[in-house]
């Protein structure tokens, strides 16, 4: 991750009496110990508080507070900050820090997360978060694409079940030339159908889940493809 960030988030939260002891943390003023969910809560807001830093210096600091901590509740804050009274955020330095942190090696469940659970099922933000982390990158998903784009794609179609089905069909359809995504995309489609928010057309969707080359034995695969082929010929008897 960003480790100049990081070192920054950890530099601002001692000078708050906020200190980091072997694998945890410390209030030093209340002598006692603290999770990083606890410091989450407590601290992230305060960063957009802050009248020394500009929001370009917010932006970055509550990136390198998210790496120190790995809590979801940073993104919240980044999100609160973006659409609330102040916001919004400077857009290039919010979606550069998702996609870099999408394309690292490390698993960054809480930016998957609040994709998934904030971004994407919101309406009035999903086609714009799915275009800045991958939809604007569509023409580059194809064959020897770099491994941190691969990473990132992977990682948004896993997660892109709530996105209208015309917002991400592109990013789609690019992803079946990579067998590497294959696995993220079925998990893309089945979330399109079962999430609570989930949008998939079924005709386009089934086109796709025959062209994946996946174990035949993997789990909901047939049941799927089962489920879209019913869905897609009542849709084109009912036209």
């Not at 507070?65 to 009274?85: M, Q, S």
């Not at 698993?107 to 933000?125: G, H, K, M, N, V």
């Not at 491994?147 to 089905?165: E, F, I, Y």
């Amino acid at each position: 991750m960003e480790m100049q960030a990081m070192e920054d988030a950890r530099r601002w939260l001692a000078e708050r009496g906020v200190v980091e002891v072997n694998d945890g943390w410390v209030d030093s003023e209340a002598g006692r110990p603290l999770t990083a969910n606890e410091v989450a809560h407590s601290w992230a807001c305060e960063v957009f508080r802050d009248e020394s830093l500009d929001r370009v210096e917010q932006s970055h600091l509550a990136f390198g507070l998210l790496d120190l901590l790995d809590d979801y509740w940073v993104t919240c804050e980044l999100r609160f900050a973006d659409r609330g009274a102040m916001g919004p955020l400077p857009a290039d330095v919010l979606w550069d820090g998702y996609r870099r942190r999408l394309e690292a090696e490390r698993d960054p469940e809480a930016i998957s997360y609040s994709l998934w659970a904030d971004w994407f099922e919101d309406r009035d933000t999903s086609a714009a978060a799915f275009n800045e982390v991958l939809g604007n990158d569509v023409e580059r998903i194809v064959p020897g694409a770099p491994d941190a784009l691969v990473r990132r794609a992977g990682r948004v179609l896993a997660s892109s079940g709530p996105v209208p089905w015309d917002v991400k069909q592109k990013a789609y359809d690019a992803a079946v030339r990579l067998p590497a995504l294959h696995g993220p995309l079925f998990q893309g489609l089945l979330a399109s159908h079962h999430d609570v928010y989930g949008d998939l057309q079924p005709t386009a969707a089934l086109t796709l889940l025959e062209q994946l080359d996946l174990p035949a034995d993997l789990r909901d695969l047939v049941e799927l493809r089962s489920v879209v082929g019913e869905l897609a010929t009542d849709s084109g008897a009912s036209c």
